[in-house]
């Protein structure tokens, strides 16, 4: 429920949910538009973007294992190049390296590597890779949800909430 959550993150939730809705009409520089901060902001560029990767993993993870226990197939992870060829984790473009191991991190239930990996790629990363690891956690959260909505499996609230809106 919503209402169990701060002010600060029903505000993320809210960003969260706008963002997943411009990605799910194929625009992603609005999604982006929609989770970056303002010039004002840019300082807690870093905290809040953190914040907003980790509850997308978050309900990515909880979407897998739902997808896992519920699901009649197991959940595959798969990494593909700009050519859509599947490809190893090694193989893959750093942001798409850091998702998958986030993810992985997440689902086996070690937050604390999530959050390891998330720091990483915001100390090192240059701002378009941030962008690309923001757009591969909206796109999973869509890809899950739909996935799981398809099962007759549930969603969390506020994903299905957004993704309703595009409906």
């Known amino acids: 429920m919503q209402s169990d959550r701060s002010e600060d993150e029903l505000r993320l939730v809210e960003k969260a949910q706008r963002a997943l809705v411009a990605i799910s009409l194929g625009a992603d520089a609005e999604a982006l538009d929609e989770v970056a901060p303002t010039a004002a902001e840019a300082q807690e560029r ?5 914040e907003l990767m980790l509850l997308l993993f978050g309900e990515c993870s909880t979407m897998v294992s739902t997808l896992g226990d519920g699901g009649s197939a197991p959940v595959k992870v798969q990494v593909f190049d ?5 490809v190893s984790i090694d193989q893959a473009d750093p942001p798409v390296r850091t998702a998958v191991r986030t993810l992985l991190a997440e689902v086996h239930g070690n937050t604390e590597a999530a959050q390891e990996q998330v720091e990483i790629a915001l100390a090192n990363a240059a701002p378009d890779e941030v962008d690309s690891l923001v757009l591969q956690a909206l796109r999973w959260t869509i890809r ?3 996935e799981c909505l398809d099962r007759d499996l549930p969603v969390p609230d506020w994903i299905n909430e957004a993704v309703a809106d595009e409906d």
């Open 46 to 50: 870093s905290a809040e973007t953190k």
């Open 82 to 86: 700009e050519d859509g060829e599947e």
């Open 144 to 146: 899950l949800s739909a």
